[in-house]
Nanobody, 130 residues
Framework: EVQLVESGGGLVQAGGSLRLSCAAS????????IGWFRQAPGKEREGVSC????????YYADSVKGRFTISSDNAKNTVYLQMNSLKPEDTAVYYC???????????????????????WGQGTQVTVSS
């Protein structure tokens, strides 16, 4: 059974940092794409970042480029999202999601869409105070 468990959320002041973790189990940790999404109250879920082992690439939303960094530790089956220079508008529930098959060449067009993923974690709250 595929499981994704997020951790590392919390309350931080604007300008601060947090590191989110997504611990994955139930599948071989290669040939995957793991994405981070966030959803604020009353807003749609939006793609924040993604790492694809198939394409050997990382992807970022414009709103977080230069501030967030996604990485993976294959030995620990874990993907991280380092978030620096946090802003109040980063406040949301953050989810990690996995796609384990059919990672086509046009993944760069798909990665930020929730429909592109098959498995989801339960989410972790990130609150940035001003």
């Amino acid at each position: 059974e595929v499981q994704l468990v997020e951790s590392g959320g919390g309350l931080v002041q604007a300008g601060g940092s947090l590191r989110l973790s997504c611990a994955a189990s139930g599948f071989t940790f290669d040939g995957y794409a793991i994405g981070w999404f966030r959803q604020a109250p009353g807003k749609e879920r939006e793609g924040v970042s993604c790492i694809s082992s198939v394409h050997d690439r990382t992807y970022y939303a414009d709103s977080v480029k230069g501030r967030f960094t996604i990485s993976s530790d294959n030995a620990k089956n874990t993907v991280y999202l380092q978030m620096n220079s946090l802003k109040p508008e980063d406040t949301a529930v953050y989810y990690c999601a996995a796609r384990l098959w059919g990672l086509s060449r046009n993944w760069y067009e798909i990665w930020s869409h929730p429909q592109g993923y098959d498995y989801w974690g339960q989410g972790t709250q990130v609150t940035v105070s001003s």
